[in-house]
């Protein structure tokens, strides 16, 4: 079983950056598919961002293309997720999770490990 951990939120302003990671223990990252999910205020869940196990494929949710990049160093048993341009919009808790079968998923259901998650808030 793998433990995940996120870090790196913050308050930034609008059309700014911010770069969150995602830290594995107990077991080596690369045996996972990962995924990046947020939740704002009052909403369900929300797909952002996968990457396979070897970070040649990755998908993103139409709201974050060209501005979010989803990235992993599976020597440092690390995911990361850096987001430019950022919108009040993107204001969430970011929550990365890992999934343990074939393919890269878009929904909740699909992922087996969830982080704790860290608050990302974009003032206007």
């Known amino acids: 079983q793998v433990q995940l951990a996120e870090s790196g939120g913050g308050l930034v302003q609008a059309g700014g950056s911010l770069r969150v990671s995602c830290t594995a223990s107990?077991?080596?990252?690369?045996?996972?598919?990962m995924g990046w999910f947020r939740q704002g205020p009052g909403k369900e869940r929300e797909f952002v961002a996968a990457?396979?196990?070897?970070?040649?494929?990755?998908l993103y949710t139409d709201s974050v293309k060209g501005r979010f990049t989803i990235s992993r160093d599976n020597a440092k048993n690390t995911v990361y997720l850096q987001m430019n341009t950022l919108k009040p919009e993107d204001t969430a808790v970011y929550y990365c999770a890992a999934r343990a079968q074939v393919g890269l998923g878009r929904r909740v259901e699909e992922y087996d490990y969830w982080g704790q998650g860290t608050q990302v808030t974009v003032s206007s």
């Open positions: 990457i396979s196990r070897l970070g040649s494929n990755t």
């Open positions: 107990g077991r080596t990252v690369s045996d996972y598919r």
